[in-house]
């Protein structure tokens, strides 16, 4: 299993697949410890901003600062924000590097977060690597062209691929009104640098965002270092255009296997059952061996989740796959038993702390819960609320899935 | 140790407990309690080398670590990859003992050393440990799963076989150990000697060479360091403040001088694509090691620019342990073969000029600051902490305070760390372009 941000090749914010499993889990009770590490002790948020979350670290050398700026985009500007991710990126890595430190940006479903990691004596320096990173893009023509050709090569080869085809049909059904974060044929064949810009303008006010701060770092080196980052403030913010783009005609896939899906939204994104769901319904089509593939993927969008079955197959095999991906949850539901919850539960709880056990993980996971609903107890709220799922509500919550009409997408020879 | 601990160490202090010595060792004088030289209290170390405790209440997991001075050095001559095998079988031992939890489990089995590194939640780390003890010294060991190991390597080898990076690999190796010696073998062995291996030889071998007192354990992350010293030792820990802290039991000899005074080049001429150079300097073992990890950040950020530069496909710059127990300051290189000597002497000038050079005040502030950085994100992860601290043990007696040791590098330190360095084993790898550059190793 992986959890796995979004990347250039993903189209739907954070993307869990599950395929294929090592071991057997089991269940842990709920440790206070880590739980208090993904507490923040302290909650500022300035008049003129950014909003400050700090999690407790006393004493420890290293110290990963994520700035979060949140952005929608319209039809015509979709991938206007990876690539000024991507530009924020290599401008903050120029500057890391004069001293040594590490930097991930990234896109997620609500916007741009950068995260810089370095000893916590240089954090006023970490601070002015952060600042580089939301700047004015006005003189970045050259990696403009570049970030610009990277992506639309992206989109290509999920057009070109029947895994990403049929991907992008449910999460298009999924999200109507949401373009793909990586963007689309039509909007980054008309992309400037001058649209970059206006969504830079329009997102990056220092109000706006907010600072996770996993390290032992004062405050008032916080404040001081923050003030007026970002773009000027503006009086009014206005939304992205809902205007529409037209598309060029899609590249056909090359197709040899049957390939079919389906997904189901889940409108409470913070449900950590979806998760776990998806899990037990990967175990159950795991257990089938039969001649075909089959995976299920949860998607994260700025509003909700969605859980999707997708299988290919051989056209021999094909009605034996397409009955396994309509009869998956159905599977599932039968076979659960509190056991292979704990267990699946185990999974997702280890598969978090793992993955927060760096400082720079750590930051990660607080700041994406706080993304998604603003809450900066989320990621704790998280792991305490894994202990509440039990077979019987997962039951519930894979019945109600059960009971809703799928998006259904299918990619043929 | 017992050469660097008097000079780095105020407070070590050695006493005998129950037929073993057991040292406590103040890292940091801020943050650790000393204990008074006339009344030693030293600590017991539950029967194990050394172990040593890295608690972060910010932590979300544990990282358990055992390093055991033995590897495929140590291998029968026969039997080439016994160790690998046996650090392969325990380990799926431990992944059975440990069926139910989500603990991760590696091994890393080289020529001198095996490490052992279990991932754990804070719950767990208890179980994980007895899993780890009980399969390293005690547990029966499944023959099916050394079966599972050996044939799984032996597809490794079938796909490398003919590479000739590995003939690069090999002289390099014997290049700093010894044509004869069995370090400078591959520890994985070779196809026909894992078929020898039996299920006998991993329990001669674990009886022989994985011994609770010549191996050290750390734990590091979201463990409670009373809850560590009480499972480890069966009793509390003796001081209350310290982070991190430590016991150890017996120093071991260190060597008296590097591993070679006199430098080499050895050219070998093959008829391939690439090339590949090998740099080794031996490092004088009485040096202290963060300065000399500093002249490595040095060496790195001259050599390992970004963008590369022309002509270099990849580098590895590291301190390699020698089987002499002290340490090599090795660069590794893929060039091409165009590019062969002039990548062969930029390595050698670079090293050189470090050798002796006082830095300015400035430029050292500047470089220490960017070594600094790249070093404590390089621990910042609770299984590289532990490792880290498990091979400080190992080597010196002790954990390193490493953002206290980092902020007391001085021009002197440095200069000197860089004049430890010997004259270099250099082994050079590619076609013979020119004509006459060398000639086949017989």
Redesign the interface.
């Known amino acids: 299993m992986t959890h796995r941000p979004r990347g250039r090749n993903g189209f739907a914010g954070l993307c869990l697949i599950l395929t294929s499993f090592g071991g057997t889990l089991s269940a842990q009770e709920t440790d206070p410890r880590p739980a208090d590490a993904l507490t923040p002790d302290t909650v500022l948020t300035p008049q003129l901003g950014p909003r400050i979350v700090r999690l407790p670290t006393p004493g420890a050398p290293v110290v990963s600062m994520r700035l979060f700026i949140p952005l929608r985009e319209g039809p015509a500007e979709a991938g206007a924000g990876e690539v000024l991710e991507s530009l924020g990126t290599e401008s903050a890595r120029a500057v890391a590097t004069q001293v040594g430190a590490s930097v991930e940006g990234a896109r997620t479903p609500w916007g741009i977060a950068y995260t810089v990691t370095g000893a916590a004596s240089d954090a006023d320096f970490l601070a002015f690597v952060l600042r580089s990173a939301v700047q004015d893009p006005f003189d970045r023509r050259v990696d403009f062209v570049q970030a610009l050709a990277a992506l639309e090569a992206d989109v290509q080869r999920l057009q070109e691929t029947p895994g990403g085809r049929i991907a992008a049909r449910l999460r298009e059904q999924a999200a109507p009104s949401t373009p793909p974060l990586g963007g689309t044929r039509g909007s980054l064949g008309r992309m400037t640098l001058a649209d970059v810009r206006a969504l830079w303008s329009r997102t990056h006010q220092a109000d706006r965002m907010t600072l996770v701060v996993a390290g032992d770092v004062p405050l008032e080196i916080l404040l001081s270092a923050f003030q007026s980052i970002g773009a000027p403030a503006m009086g009014t913010v206005f939304g992205p255009s809902e205007a529409a783009v037209s598309q060029p005609s899609r590249p056909a896939p090359q197709v040899i296997r049957h390939w079919y899906g389906e997904a189901r939204v889940v409108v409470d994104a913070s449900d950590p059952r979806t998760e776990v769901s998806a899990l037990l319904v990967s175990r159950a089509l795991q257990a089938s061996n039969g001649r075909y593939e089959a995976e299920v993927q949860v998607w994260q969008l700025p509003e909700a989740k969605v859980l999707a079955v997708i299988g290919a197959a051989y056209t021999r095999n094909r009605q034996e796959m397409i009955r396994r991906v309509q009869g998956a949850i159905s599977e599932t539901i039968a076979g659960l038993d509190e056991s292979s919850v704990r267990d699946a539960v185990s999974r997702i709880r280890s598969d978090l702390l793992m993955g927060a056990r760096s400082p720079a993980g750590r930051a990660a996971l607080v700041g994406l819960r706080m993304e998604a609903d603003g809450n900066a107890t989320g990621a704790r709220e998280l792991i305490t609320a894994l202990d509440s799922v039990t077979a019987e509500s997962v039951r519930d919550f894979l019945q109600a899935q059960a009971g809703t009409n799928p998006l259904l997408a299918e990619v043929r020879p | 140790m017992a050469r660097v601990l008097p000079r780095i160490c105020a407070a070590l202090v050695l006493a005998t407990l129950h037929g073993e010595v057991a040292a406590q060792v103040a890292p940091d004088s801020s943050a650790v309690d000393r204990v008074p030289a006339a009344e030693p209290t030293p600590p017991p170390t539950g029967g194990w080398g050394a172990y040593g405790v890295m608690s ?6 544990a990282a358990l670590t055992v390093v055991l001075p033995a590897g495929g050095a140590q291998d029968p001559e026969d039997r080439g990859g016994t160790a690998w095998l046996l650090g392969n079988t325990v380990r799926d031992a431990v ?1 059975q003992r440990l ?4 603990a ?1 489990v590696t091994v890393r089995v080289g020529r001198g050393h095996t490490v052992y590194q279990v ?1 754990t ?4 780390w208890e179980p994980a440990y007895d899993a780890l003890e009980d399969a390293l010294f005690e547990g029966t060991l499944d023959p099916r799963d050394l079966d599972r190991d050996r044939v799984s390597l032996q597809a490794v080898m079938a796909f490398e076989a003919g590479a000739p990076v590995r003939e690069f690999e090999l002289e390099a190796y014997r290049a700093l150990g010894g044509q004869a010696s069995s370090w400078s073998r591959d520890p994985r062995g070779t196809s026909a000697s894992l078929t020898n291996v039996t299920a006998a030889d991993l329990a001669t071998y674990r009886s022989r060479h994985y011994a609770r007192e010549g191996a050290v354990f750390t734990i590091a ?2 463990a409670d360091a009373d809850q560590v010293a009480r499972a480890v030792t069966g009793q509390p820990r003796a001081s209350a403040s310290g ?1 991190p802290f430590f016991g150890v039991a017996e120093p071991r000899s260190a060597p008296d001088g590097p591993a070679w005074i006199e430098g080499e080049r050895i050219r070998l001429v093959r008829d391939v694509t690439s090339g590949w150079i090998s740099a080794a300097f031996p490092v004088d073992p009485a040096t202290p090691r963060t300065p000399v990890e500093f002249i490595v950040h040095r060496v790195r950020s001259e050599l390992m620019t ?1 963008p590369p530069a022309p002509g270099l496909f990849s580098m590895e710059i590291e301190l390699q342990p020698l089987p002499t127990g002290d340490d090599a300051l090795v660069v590794r290189a893929a060039v091409l073969p165009d590019a062969l000597g002039s990548w062969e002497r930029r390595i050698l000038e670079t090293t050189a000029r470090m050798a002796g050079e006082l830095l300015e005040p400035g430029f050292l502030q500047f470089h220490r ?6 070093r ?2 390089e ?5 590289a902490e532990g490792l880290r601290g498990a091979l400080d043990l190992l080597r010196d007696g002790r954990i390193r305070d ?2 206290t040791e980092i902020r007391s590098l001085d021009g002197a330190s440095v200069q000197q760390a860089g004049a430890s360095l010997g004259p270099p084993r250099v082994l050079v790898l590619g076609p013979d372009l020119a004509g006459g550059a060398g000639s086949p190793r017989p």
Not at chain 2, 56 to 61: A, G, K, Y
Not at chain 2, 99 to 102: H, I, W
Not at chain 2, 379 to 383: G, K, M, V, Y
């Open positions: 972060h209440s910010w932590s979300t997991v992944v069926e139910g939890s989500t991760e991932l939640s804070p719950d767990d992350g979201a982070r970004d600051r960017t070594f600094r950085n790249v404590l994100v621990d910042a992860t609770p299984e490493l953002p």
